[in-house]
């Protein structure tokens, strides 16, 4: 969920919530990792971090999620 919601701040240009949402998602998931029934946790926690680089640097042009 946190995740969706992090590519949707992004999207509405709101920096700070994609930042906070990042954060939450990838505190709450990372405990799944690397893999959880079926979904490739540490793909997406990878994804995470590279979106939170990318805030960090101050933009939130986020790459489209792989599923």
Same mark, same amino acid.
């Given at each position: ?9 992004? *999207? !509405? *240009?709101?920096?700070?919530?994609? /930042? &906070?949402?990042? $954060?939450?998602? +990838? !505190? &709450?998931? *990372?405990?799944? +990792?690397? /893999?959880?029934? +079926?979904?490739?946790?540490? =793909?997406?926690? $990878?994804?995470? /971090?590279?979106?939170? /680089?990318?805030?960090?640097?101050? =933009?939130? $042009?986020?790459?489209?999620? &792989?599923?």
């Amino acid at each position: 969920m946190h995740v969706a919601v992090a590519w949707y701040q992004a *999207g !509405r *240009g709101n920096r700070v919530g994609c /930042e &906070r949402q990042l $954060e939450k998602a +990838a !505190r &709450r998931l *990372g405990p799944f +990792a690397p /893999e959880h029934r +079926a979904v490739d946790v540490a =793909s997406i926690l $990878e994804q995470v /971090e590279t979106a939170k /680089e990318i805030v960090a640097a101050q =933009s939130i $042009e986020l790459p489209p999620p &792989r599923l």
